[in-house]
């Protein structure tokens, strides 16, 4: 039930504050890109349902209003590039104590397509769409990076790099 209740209630209610908000576009465009960014990068999930709600939604909404109003001047863009870059070779794939990256092909498979989507942002990004899709593209990134960060990892006091506990206790 609790499950269910997350699965429907919370896209819903996001949804239903996108269309208050007049932000529909933009977090359905802001899902999307963050999905793939995190279908190979992985990262944290909140502990509890109510966790994943207080989170969830300002987030998205924040969001949102980022994608919709901000400019962003480009030497914040390069430096934020070069993190971005730093990051996922460094981080991703960053697995949970739930689902460990127990295979190291897995791992390994999962970083270069990770990376790989990154650059692919990277590209459209640099051809310029437009404005407001270049904001989606950033803001998606920026919350991979806070999920697949090991800082966010002890700052939530979840282990980081959960495969290394079954690598030893197999030895």
């Not at 730093?86 to 190291?104: G, H, M, Q, Y």
């Not at 803001?139 to 966010?152: F, G, K, Q, R, S």
Request: aromatic share 16%; charged share 10%.
């Amino acid at each position: 039930m609790n499950i269910l209740l997350l699965f429907f209630a919370l896209p819903i209610s996001t949804i239903i504050l996108a269309i208050v908000f007049d932000l529909v576009i933009e977090l359905l465009l802001l899902s999307l890109v963050y999905s793939t960014l995190r279908l190979y990068g992985f990262g944290i999930h909140a502990k509890t349902s109510l966790q994943c709600w207080f989170t969830t939604i300002p987030i998205y909404m924040l969001g949102g209003l980022f994608i919709k109003y901000a400019t962003i001047t480009s030497n914040v863009i390069y430096i934020f590039w070069i993190i971005a870059f730093l990051s996922f070779l460094l981080f991703a794939p960053a697995d949970t104590p739930a689902r460990p990256l127990i295979r190291k092909n897995k791992r390994i498979r999962a970083k270069i397509l990770s990376v790989l989507i990154l650059c692919f942002y990277f590209i459209i990004y640099i051809l310029n769409i437009s404005s407001m899709f270049n904001n989606v593209i950033i803001y998606a990134i920026c919350m991979e990076l806070i999920v697949i960060n090991p800082l966010t990892y002890k700052l939530t006091n979840t282990p980081f790099r959960n495969y290394k506990i079954y690598e030893k206790n197999m030895v």
